[in-house]
T-cell receptor, first 113, second 115 residues
Framework: GAGVSQSPSNKVTEKGKDVELRCDPI?????LYWYRQSLGQGLEFLIYFQGNSAPDKSGLPSDRFSAERTGGSVSTLTIQRTQQEDSAVYLC???????????FGQGTRLTVV | GDSVTQMEGPVTLSEEAFLTINCTYTATGYPSLFWYVQYPGEGLQLLLKATKADDKGSNKGFEATYRKETTSFHLEKGSVQVSDSAVYFC??????????????FGKGTLLTVNP
């Protein structure tokens, strides 16, 4: 596609439910990143993929968070048993090679009520 | 670990004023440095970058110089416009350790330019 696509753009969920957030990177991009943007907290790194493997998962806040990437393309971020503190904008980015510019999607705004 | 510290906002300026947003970093080795901008209702986009010491990145009238001696990458613009109102993020990418090319961001600075 023309850019990084994320879906859904908005998600409201009840506390305790599981959610899946999807990221379609730019075609051919090998590196894929997930970040979380909370008010006043800037961009918090969650996880990075090189191809289908994740060299760095250090930013995942708890074991309720997991992510996978298949076929070196689409990635899914899953949050189990959501909590109100999970409410944030979740951003995905991809880059052609690791050292080149990262392009960001529009994000998924998650609200846990 | 790697970290980026940028001046806290919000910053409010009048049109045609001079802008400086300070950014300092802590990293191992020689990182690449970036400024990203997020306009209202839009995603983050790269504004400019510098990959080695003394490099100057520039775009849309904005400039930033990679200063290794002061570990800084301050963003400047000589004359801001209302359309520059946005959140600005300083970021770094350290040389890879293993295969890790993580981007580390500052907390962002909200700039509002009034007519």
């Amino acid at each position: 596609g023309a850019g990084v696509s994320q879906s859904p753009s908005n998600k409201v969920t009840e506390k305790g439910k599981d959610v899946e957030l999807r990221c379609d990177p730019i075609s051919g991009h090998t590196a894929l990143y997930w970040y979380r943007q909370s008010l006043g907290q800037g961009l918090e790194f969650l996880i990075y993929f090189q191809g289908n493997s994740a060299p760095d998962k250090s930013g995942l806040p708890s074991d309720r968070f997991s992510a996978e990437r298949t076929g070196g393309s689409v990635s899914t971020l899953t949050i189990q048993r959501t909590q109100q503190e999970d409410s944030a904008v979740y951003l995905c980015a991809s880059s052609f090679f690791e050292q080149t510019e990262a392009f960001f999607g529009q994000g998924t705004r998650l609200t846990v009520v | 670990g790697d970290s980026v510290t940028q001046m806290e906002g919000p910053v409010t300026l009048s049109e045609e004023a001079f802008l400086t947003i300070n950014c300092t970093y802590t990293a191992t080795g020689y990182p690449s440095l970036f400024w990203y901008v997020q306009y209202p209702g839009e995603g983050l986009q790269l504004l400019l970058k510098a990959t080695k010491a003394d490099d100057k990145g520039s775009n849309k009238g904005f400039e930033a110089t990679y200063r290794k001696e002061t570990t800084s990458f301050h963003l400047e613009k000589g004359s801001v416009q209302v359309s520059d109102s946005a959140v600005y993020f300083c970021a770094l990418r350290s040389p890879p350790r293993g295969s890790n090319y993580k981007l580390t961001f500052g907390k962002g600075t909200l700039l509002t330019v009034n007519p």
